[in-house]
């Protein structure tokens, strides 16, 4: 006896329909333009994928004409998604390396995030204390014994985050806690 595969079928993608998609997206996530096309590229290279004949770069085009309406709206805004990225990750002690990298993940310019990491104070030894205290690291540890044992990897913790190696060392070297 063979297993049959249950393929679903997929409704046929029109302007509108992806359009009615990326506003259930939007209504659920905060989104740069590079997000919400790659969502609506999925959608398209799925539906393509069970109808051959059907033309996905005309669906792209209209993909495209759908974003610069989204924007031209404000529905989507590059700089306002990296606002709240910007502060959400300062706020959990992210190094400004991490937060660039993250951002520019999701297509924001760099231009913009160091706009945006310029207005904001910013002290990185606070923001690796702020980690620190997030990983029970460094002077966060209660055991001074496992504080001494795992200080290479406490390290390579901080340095990972994108923490500059004497800031790492300040943070695990100091004895107060924040």
Same mark, same amino acid.
């Given at each position: 006896?063979?297993?049959? =595969?249950?393929?679903? =079928?997929?409704?046929?993608?029109?302007? /509108? @329909?992806?359009?009615?998609?990326?506003?259930?997206?939007?209504?659920?996530?905060?989104?740069?333009?590079?997000?919400?096309?790659?969502?609506?590229?999925? @959608?398209?290279? +799925?539906?393509?994928?069970?109808?051959?004949?059907?033309?996905?770069?005309?669906?792209?085009?209209?993909?495209?004409?759908?974003?610069?309406?989204? =924007?031209?709206?404000?529905?989507?805004?590059?700089?306002?998604?990296? /606002?709240?990225? =910007?502060?959400?990750?300062? %706020? +959990? #002690?992210?190094?400004?390396?991490?937060?660039?990298?993250?951002?520019?993940?999701?297509? &924001?310019?760099?231009?913009?995030?160091?706009?945006?990491?310029?207005?904001?104070?910013?002290?990185?030894?606070?923001?690796?204390?702020?980690?620190?205290?997030?990983?029970?690291? #460094?002077?966060?540890?209660?055991?001074?014994?496992?504080?001494?044992?795992?200080?290479?990897?406490?390290?390579? &913790?901080?340095? @990972?985050? #994108?923490?500059?190696?004497?800031? %790492? &060392?300040?943070?695990?070297?100091?004895?107060?806690? &924040?």
């Amino acid at each position: 006896m063979t297993d049959l =595969v249950n393929k679903k =079928v997929l409704k046929k993608i029109t302007p /509108e @329909r992806l359009k009615n998609i990326a506003l259930f997206y939007l209504k659920r996530f905060e989104t740069t333009r590079y997000g919400l096309r790659s969502v609506l590229k999925r @959608r398209v290279d +799925a539906y393509a994928y069970q109808n051959k004949e059907f033309d996905k770069m005309q669906a792209y085009d209209w993909i495209e004409k759908l974003l610069d309406d989204f =924007v031209r709206m404000k529905y989507i805004d590059d700089a306002r998604f990296a /606002e709240f990225k =910007v502060r959400d990750y300062l %706020a +959990a #002690g992210k190094s400004p390396r991490y937060i660039i990298g993250k951002c520019k993940e999701k297509g &924001v310019e760099e231009a913009i995030v160091l706009r945006l990491l310029s207005e904001r104070e910013y002290d990185p030894y606070d923001a690796a204390m702020r980690l620190a205290k997030k990983k029970k690291i #460094g002077p966060f540890e209660a055991d001074k014994v496992k504080r001494k044992e795992r200080r290479s990897k406490d390290l390579a &913790v901080l340095v @990972r985050a #994108g923490f500059d190696y004497d800031i %790492a &060392v300040k943070v695990l070297e100091s004895d107060e806690e &924040v």
